[in-house]
């Protein structure tokens, strides 16, 4: 075997190896996030579960911005200066610096304005010191996202496995389970939010010093005027790029609040959390694709980029299609699960389903863009297309509801991957498809229509719902997987595999 396909494989192997420690950390984490927001929404009702949606979606999207694009610049100069660790030291302290000021910055605005955000949003009793309180859980995870950002680049996944994916839902969903128990408030849920981040902050701390030689160093030999302009010419940037994004990702649901009522946020903040599922293959592979394109771009090796760019995005896209199915054709039963008021969201679920489907289907196209030095076109994306989604997200949930504000953040998704897929060949000449890619859709057909007759026969049969979902979903497992074999898999899976158990070296 050439030197090349090893490299390639090698390579291949670093982001699968990364991603199946993410998904495992995910798949914890997002049954931690369900069980959280169940606890909540079953024990507060729609309406207060609303308000705590609200200021949690809140913190979500500032965090988007105060890191002002430090994680992002980790991910991308601690690879690319892998061989002098001195101008390490001095980047990593310039993000730490940054994002910690932007995090306080932010955070303390929202701890002073919280009357203003109240009144001009969900103006309810009890919500200003929640909203204070959310901003506490800003600040301390603005600082955690620092360290996971440094774990990845220095490709140590498992240290933001183990505390952000692992011990963090955990440690949510004990606190806010005691604080249920004891016959908490929407209050006292929030501040069991506040102990577990915190809690979380202090175990990444002590894995990043004890486990990392690494430390941040300002004063620094390294720290001349070009690296600081290079620096902020790609971090910023990429701030902006993030407040694009905080205006299509949340702000659908900020809108929902401004526009309609606590309830509404309740119902259509668990469509969308529901849907976010397929998102989690999507964040699995760019947790080590990142730095690996990183140092593969700095070496030139264009050819490797593009396999791997390809072999991904096919892996991502038949992992997401199976989840895709499950959510439309079990949409009541799912949504049901938090309360009855809840299914009045299943148009909003098919919706977000059908966006995040074609998110999969690019693959890792933005990181792409970014590892090789395309920040600006990325920026610009989701300044048009966050624009786009604000003004839409205004006038159709006018006429339509929260199903307005779905149609609309869908509807931006697709029109931005699209360009993200164009801007990817004009750029770099890269695209994700081939023959392989029909294999997944044909398997996927075939698993969407058994489930779909299974659900139907169970009912018919007089089977509960919950029964018909179970076996319905076994029968879409047993043709997904079928179908996939029957279709073969491609060279590249089988060199991965052999990788993997260490085989064929």
């Known amino acids: 075997m050439s030197e090349q396909r090893k490299s390639r494989r090698a390579s291949l192997a ?53 890191n002002l694009g430090s994680d992002k610049s980790i991910v991308r100069y601690l690879p690319k200066y892998e061989s002098n660790p001195e101008k390490r030291r001095f980047v990593l302290a310039l993000a730490w610096v940054t994002s910690l000021g932007g995090g306080f910055a932010v955070a303390s605005g929202l701890f002073v304005f919280a009357p203003t955000v109240a009144g001009v949003t969900l103006d309810q009793p009890g919500f200003v010191p929640v909203l204070r309180l959310f901003a506490v ?184 299609l199976f989840f895709a199915a499950v959510l439309v054709v079990f949409r009541v039963e799912l949504l049901g699960l938090f ?14 389903v059908g966006a995040q489907l074609c998110n999969a289907a690019v693959g890792p196209s933005g990181d792409l863009l970014m590892m090789t030095d395309h920040q600006y076109a990325v920026m610009l994306n989701e300044w048009v297309f966050g624009v786009a989604n604000v003004v839409l997200t205004v006038v159709f949930i006018q006429f339509f509801g929260f199903v307005g504000a779905a149609l609309a953040s869908a509807g931006v998704l697709l029109a931005r991957n699209l360009t993200k897929l164009t801007e990817v060949w004009y750029l770099e000449r890269m695209q994700p498809y081939g023959r392989a890619f029909g294999k997944p859709l044909a398997a996927g057909g075939v698993a969407a229509a058994g489930m779909v007759g299974t659900h139907a026969a169970t009912a018919a049969a007089g089977f509960g719902a919950w029964t018909g979902v179970a076996v319905g979903v076994a029968v879409g497992i047993g043709l997904y997987a079928g179908g996939l074999w029957m279709a073969g898999f491609e060279e590249v899976d089988y060199e991965l595999y052999a990788q993997l158990v260490g085989s064929g070296q």
């Open 137 to 320: 859980v800003l600040f301390v995870d603005t600082a955690a996202n620092l360290l996971y950002a440094t774990f990845r680049a220095l490709e140590v996944i498992e240290y933001e496995v183990l505390s952000k994916r692992l011990l963090k839902p955990v440690l949510r969903v004990l606190a806010v389970g005691s604080a249920v128990l004891i016959g908490g408030t929407i209050y006292s849920v929030v501040v069991a939010m506040v102990v577990a981040s915190v809690a979380t902050l202090a175990v990444a701390g002590y894995l990043f010093v004890t486990r990392l030689e690494i430390r941040p160093r300002l004063r620094s030999p390294a720290g001349t005027r070009e690296t600081v302009r290079d620096y902020y010419n790609y971090s910023l940037p990429l701030t902006a790029k993030d407040a694009g994004t905080v205006m299509q990702s949340r702000v659908d649901v900020l809108m929902v609040g401004v526009f309609l009522s606590s309830t509404a946020v309740g119902v259509y903040n668990v469509s969308v959390l529901l849907a976010s599922v397929l998102y989690v293959p999507l964040l699995a592979a760019n947790q080590l694709f990142a730095p690996v394109i990183s140092r593969l771009q700095s070496q030139g090796r264009t050819a490797d980029m593009q396999a791997i760019y390809r072999a991904v995005t096919r892996w991502i896209f038949t992992a997401s």
């Open 339 to 352: 309360g009855p008021e809840f299914t009045a969201g299943t148009t909003v679920l098919v919706l977000f």
């Open 14 to 66: 670093t982001i699968v190896r990364g991603g199946s420690l993410y998904t495992v950390g995910k798949v914890v984490s997002d049954v931690g996030e369900f069980l959280l927001h169940l606890l909540v929404s079953r024990w507060l009702g729609a309406g207060l579960y609303g308000l705590f949606a609200y200021g949690k979606t809140l913190v979500f999207t500032a965090l988007l911005l105060t």
